[in-house]
């Protein structure tokens, strides 16, 4: 059965950190593109950040560059997200998503075909 689980969503107060992770199963993701949505409460889902298969490329939302920054172990089959200087507005749950077609550039315009996507983790962020 293929996969994405994310965690390490949680509570936390404003300035600070949290570490999301997407660990991928059920077959070989190192050559998915793989990256984080969020959806705030009453809003659309946004797109956060992408990581190519080798991860030499990554791309950011303007809400997350500077702050955010991806990273990906093909060993571990699995995605991060390292998340700092967060702020009452990141609160959102996070999914992880995964797909072979659309390169990370262009995952703000085409999140509807993406392939794969998990459940999704809360993230909190208190004043």
């Known amino acids: 059965q293929v996969q994405l689980v994310e965690s390490g969503g949680g509570t936390v107060q404003a300035g600070g950190s949290l570490r999301l992770s997407c660990a991928a199963s059920g077959r070989t993701f190192s050559n998915y593109v793989m990256g984080w949505f969020r959806q705030a409460p009453g809003k659309e889902r946004d797109?956060?950040?992408a990581i190519n298969?080798?991860?030499?490329n990554?791309?950011?939302a303007d809400s997350a560059k500077g702050r955010f920054t991806i990273s990906r172990d093909n060993a571990k089959n699995t995605v991060y997200l390292q998340m700092n200087s967060l702020k009452p507005e990141d609160t959102a749950v996070y999914y992880c998503a995964a797909d072979l077609a659309y390169p990370g550039g262009s995952w703000s315009m085409y999140s509807g075909y993406l392939e794969l996507w998990g459940q999704g983790t809360l993230v909190t962020v208190s004043e």
């Open 53 to 56: 298969w080798s991860g030499k």
């Open 47 to 49: 797109f956060v950040s």
């Open 58 to 60: 990554t791309y950011y």
